[in-house]
């Protein structure tokens, strides 16, 4: 396989991804960013621990959809994730959803 061949390739996965993402984010409430990976979830919890400049984040996602295109399945009941990092949670407008 060439090296033109493999980029054809992520490019087709990555287009049928955003194709998916299209069809599902009606279903989801909330979006998630962190600084590995972009979820679509329906409830969204979020703590912080620690003080000073060492703050850390736990997440908790239910009922969530994994933007990986590497992945075979998608879809999650529950994903936990911490994180260093910046974490965006953003609830989807009402008018969005169906």
């Known amino acids: 396989m060439s090296t033109e061949d493999l980029e054809d390739y992520e490019s087709e996965l990555e287009l049928q991804l ?5 069809d599902v984010v009606p279903m989801f409430r909330y979006v998630v960013e962190t600084e590995r990976r972009f ?7 979020q703590q912080v621990h620690g003080e000073g400049p060492r703050l850390w984040v736990e997440l ?3 009922d969530a959809w994994v933007w990986d295109m590497y992945r075979q399945n ?8 911490t ?3 910046d974490v965006n949670v953003e609830e989807l407008p009402r008018e969005d959803l169906p």
């Open 74 to 81: 998608r879809f999650v009941s529950h994903v936990h994730v």
């Open 83 to 85: 994180t260093f990092k």
């Open 18 to 22: 955003y194709r998916e993402y299209k």
């Open 39 to 45: 979820y679509l979830a329906n409830e969204v919890t």
């Open 60 to 62: 908790g996602l239910r």
